[in-house]
């Protein structure tokens, strides 16, 4: 498919319906990398100003035909950044609480941005690594998780995204404890 094919209107449906069917296998997923996962598909190597508009417009149009949820989630490492990341679901309701499961590299493959991962679905993690291990610092908690998810270090984004997740976790009841010990 041509970028030309690719923002003509008349290929809407079958465009939404693509946006739908990944959302279906990868949710959540952010913005970003339903972008990358789709113009991948269409054969589209360059994403101008254009080809994300179109994008945009797509997410807009399967919410519509669909009922698929986008959310956002603003992690900064900046206290003056209010840059947010969209995050689309199947359905509205699913971004509500912590998931069921969280989602780890292959074996040999390389962990997602920490900015394309949910803090509820690092929290799923945070909560699974907590209670296998029977409680532990949170500074240790956040290292952890951020190990499990795939990171080699917990740092930057990974770090910000550990605390988001035990901080959400520690809200919905899922964890509890101290400043010295979460369980």
Known sequence: MTSAEFRDARNTPQLAQAVSEIIELEAPVSFDVLTDRLTKACGITRKSPQITDRCKYLVKYAKQNYGICVTAQNLSL???????????????????????????????????????????????????????????????LVKETAHALGFKNAGGWADLLCNAAIDYALHTGELSGTPLKIV
């Open 78 to 140: 900046h206290p003056t950044d209010d840059t947010k990341k969209y995050f689309l679901w199947r359905k509205e309701g699913d971004h509500d609480g912590i998931p069921e499961h969280y989602r780890v590299p292959a074996e040999g493959e390389k962990p997602r941005d920490a900015q394309d991962i949910t803090f509820q679905e690092a929290a799923r993690c945070a909560v699974y690594v907590c209670k296998t291990q029977y409680g532990m610092p949170r500074e240790t």
